[in-house]
């Protein structure tokens, strides 16, 4: 709270990050303080809401203090999640036990009860740095701070940092002067504050984040990596050496375009009195040019004394006359591009009636993009210019040939294409629906991204065939896919939210059979335990494959889809080794009339309607769809219905049978009762005239 | 002819006496002719113990006569072939009717047997239509691989 306010105060707009955030998700700053009970996390770690440390706060993240019940004597305070933000689950097992020697040592994390919001939030622990933040200010006294100082205080130990997580293939993307921190009371051990309470560079104020990535929403600044990190440093750099900031007066717009219209470097230090030792480490890692920006290995050679070449200062290409567009007068594509992508409605005329053409050509002198640009209106529009067509699109591809390194801009919403999850929960959390990037990913507007960058630093293979797999989840409206299920793909620490388990934040899977445990006990029994966020929340986070179960249970048939939702859940209990679920096996049981009933025999289906009871007292899903699903028991009583069709259609043709043969069988009852009458009738003769015989010989 | 010489009277009173039976043949067109059988066995019936008399008294063709001639015998004798017609004509239909009892019946048991395979199996049985089956494919692999690993 109190970084927010003094940085409000030394006037940088982006730390109204807290403020972007969902509503009902803003401990930092915005939600008043209520005194409540000690919150123990893991047994062991007891949060105290009535103890706040707005010292370690973030900007999404407010710290309290934490004592460790096995070790009093330990100093620790607990950052607490805002539950409307994913969190970087994916980076905090890395980050765990100080596995990464610079970052303040991350200590245990966990969903508690938070009593001042009344919901479960994360809470990650930290060991509490002794020696407070570096600049609580966003800058430091230039005083307090020698370029040796600078040099071996700051610089050394934040690249070495920067090294071993780039071993780990993990940015930190949080790095800017007030998150900073001393571990020891000499202030001699710096370390790099939280970088796991939010999305990547999600806190990070616009000026600390590359132009690109800046210009993208906050949610969907990406990933990035160690250059992203560089330049957060250089710029932290400038904070640190000159003890402010340059640029404070800026507004948000106003601070991308004379970024994109002079530099960076320029920008921040063209006004100011730099020391010589610093003027070409800050060029370098202020570079524009993520290729000409300064590698780690540079870096370490700076701080080493080892000349190198000078970065080339390569003049960034304006225009001669301004273009007027939205207000503002802009002499570079890419400030033009981002005010098109903000306004795709004016930006039509401005491309359709050639002004841009004529400004890109005549303004600019590079007839090569205009002719881009031209080629692209008429691949879209066709050649009658007044024709109707998709202006979404266009504008869409304008932006990206203008700015081929910036986001990918669609109907007003920016994403970098590695922090397309992050903006799309951001979306989906804040407006309750993702039309915009459902839409961006079915037309696979990233591909012309992709198609159109000029140099590629993201991994487009693996970027690109996430867009793929997305658009294939997009597109299947069944249970498990759909945009629930590209929700938590790519927001791995993002808690499940269906409204069955909401309130539990269920941010692993582990955690979602006792959390449904709980439900049954608030919810309607006739309400199925699996929702489409549930399903979804389960085949994205479990390692096993599950197409299979979600198929069954999206049948439309409420036998299979009974059974299928019976083995997802109990496959989680099996996989996961939980624990009895008494109240789910409850709840669940009285769905499985459809399972029960899949049975064709009658006495099967009694004796499991008999048995199922107990099953339900053990509290084993396992048991129970072992018992209900049982392969022999449904061989035997398939083989039984086969049997029994059979002899069904055998007793059906004999009765056909005889009721079609009146004719036959009148025919052989008159044969047989004329020999029968016959043969009587001989009988009785032979018999008659023995008798005579016998009477008149005796 | 040479039977006819020798024992006139014997042929005389069997030509008159077993007149049904004569008729019997000529009107029974079915190969098998049952109800020459039939009628003729109690035709002779009715006239054996008149040709022992023929036999065993008088063998003349007057003596025949005189049995012919008699209202008696003669009734007798045409009794016993008309109850041969009776039971050649009452008999078929009885059998009709047994056997239709007995199909009747048959489809009864038939019937019963469907009831308790309807009550066992459900009506799908009667109308059995392929379903695709109802447990999916995947879902057996905890009971299938961890008989002794899932908690019991």
């Known amino acids: 709270m109190a970084e927010t306010t003094e940085s409000q105060a030394n006037g940088v707009p982006a730390q109204e990050a807290p403020g972007g955030a969902p509503a009902s998700a803003a401990p930092a700053a915005n939600t008043a303080f209520v005194p409540g009970g000690p919150v123990l996390l893991d047994e062991r770690y007891q949060i105290e809401p009535s103890r706040p440390v707005p010292d370690f706060d973030m900007p999404s993240a407010p710290a309290f203090h934490v004592e460790d019940r096995r070790d009093t004597g330990r100093h620790l305070l607990a950052s607490i999640c805002n539950p409307g933000l994913p969190p970087r689950a994916e980076v905090m097992p890395q980050l765990k036990g100080g596995h990464v020697k610079g970052i303040v040592p991350l200590v245990e994390w966990g969903p508690v009860d938070w009593p001042t919001l009344g919901e479960r939030c994360m809470a990650v622990i930290y060991e509490r740095p002794a020696g407070g933040r570096l600049a609580p200010n966003f800058s430091a006294d230039g005083a307090n701070f020698t370029e040796l100082e600078i040099r071996g205080l700051i610089v050394e130990p934040i690249a070495a940092t920067l090294r071993r997580l780039e071993s780990r293939d993990l940015a930190h993307r949080s790095i800017r002067p007030n998150n900073l921190f001393f571990m020891d009371e000499a202030r001699q051990d710096l370390v790099l504050g939280d970088a796991v309470t939010c999305p990547p560079g999600f806190d990070q104020p616009l000026i600390f984040e590359t132009i690109e990535r800046g210009m993208a929403s906050q949610g969907g600044r990406g990933e990035g990596g160690a250059s992203e990190d560089l330049y957060a440093l250089g710029v932290s750099l400038v904070f640190l050496i000159l003890g402010r900031n340059p640029l404070e007066r800026l507004s948000e717009d106003a601070l991308l375009a004379v970024k994109a219209e002079q530099g960076t470097f320029a920008a921040l230090c063209s006004r100011e009195r730099i020391p010589t030792p610093f003027i070409e480490l800050l060029r370098g890692l202020t570079s524009d040019d993520a290729l000409e920006r300064w590698d780690l290995e540079r870096l370490e050679n700076w701080i080493t004394g080892t000349r190198m070449t000078p970065v080339q200062r390569k003049p960034i290409a304006k225009s001669a006359d301004e273009l007027l567009f939205d207000g503002r007068e802009h002499f570079t594509p890419r400030t033009l591009a981002h005010a098109f992508g903000q306004n795709t409605t004016e930006a039509l005329p401005v491309v359709k009636e050639g002004r841009l053409d004529h400004w890109i050509r005549r303004s600019m002198g590079n007839g090569k993009l205009a002719d881009l640009v031209s080629e692209a209106i008429k691949d879209i529009q066709g050649p009658d210019p007044s024709a109707p067509c998709d202006d979404d699109l266009l504008i869409t591809k304008i932006c990206s040939l203008l700015d081929p390194l910036g986001p990918v801009r669609y109907r007003g919403f920016a994403f970098m294409p590695d922090g397309f999850g992050p903006a799309l929960a951001l979306e989906i959390l804040r407006r309750g629906e993702a039309q915009i990037p459902i839409e961006a990913v079915l037309r696979d507007i990233p591909a012309l991204w992709f198609a159109a960058q000029r140099s590629l630093q993201l991994g487009p293979g693996v970027v690109e065939g996430s867009f793929a797999r997305q658009r294939a989840n997009f597109q299947s409206p069944e249970i498990g896919y759909g945009i629930e299920r590209c929700l938590y793909e790519l927001n791995p620490g993002l808690p499940c939210q269906s409204q069955l388990v909401i309130q539990d934040y269920v941010a692993d899977v582990e955690d979602l059979l006792p959390a449904l445990n709980d439900a049954a006990n608030r919810v309607d029994g006739k309400t199925s335990p699996i929702d489409r966020h549930i399903a979804a929340f389960i085949a994205a986070r479990m390692e096993q494959d599950t197409s299979a179960y979600l198929a069954a249970l999206a049948d439309s048939d409420p036998k299979t889809s009974s059974v299928g939702l019976l083995s997802i859940l109990a496959l989680l209990q099996w996989r996961l080794n939980t624990g009895p679920v008494f109240n789910l096996t409850s709840w669940v049981g009285g769905l499985l009339g459809p399972a029960i009933s899949s049975y064709h025999s009658r006495t099967t289906r009694r004796a499991l309607e008999r048995e199922i009871p107990r099953l339900i007292r053990q509290g084993s899903l396992a048991d129970i769809y072992d018992f209900i699903d049982n392969r022999e028991k449904r061989r035997a009583d398939e083989n039984g219905f086969s049997d029994a069709v059979a002899q069904y259609e055998a007793t059906n043709v004999e009765i056909e049978r005889i009721e079609s043969s009146d004719a036959a069988r009148a025919e052989t009852a008159e044969t047989i009762g004329q020999q029968i009458s016959a043969m009587s009738s001989v009988l009785i003769t032979l018999i008659v005239i023995t008798i005579l015989v016998l009477v008149e010989t005796y | ?152």
């Open chain 2, 1 to 152: 002819m040479l039977v006819v010489i020798l024992s006139l009277p014997t042929v005389v009173l069997l030509f008159f006496a077993m007149m049904p039976a004569i008729v019997a043949f000529i009107i029974d067109r079915s190969p098998q002719k049952y109800s020459v059988y039939c009628v003729g066995g109690l035709n002779f019936c009715g006239v054996y113990p008149f040709l022992t008399d023929l036999w065993t008294g008088q063998h003349t063709v007057s003596a025949a006569v005189d049995i012919l001639t008699d209202v008696f015998s003669l009734l007798l004798i045409y009794s016993a072939a008309g109850f041969g017609w009776m039971i050649f004509i009452a008999v078929p239909p009885l059998v009709g009717a047994i056997l239709t009892v007995i199909s009747q019946r048959r489809i009864a048991q038939l019937s019963r047997i469907q009831r308790t395979l309807i009550e066992e199996w459900g009506e799908d049985v009667a109308g059995h239509i392929e379903e695709p089956s109802p447990k999916p494919q995947e879902p057996q692999e905890p009971q299938e691989t961890s008989d002794d690993q899932v908690p019991a």
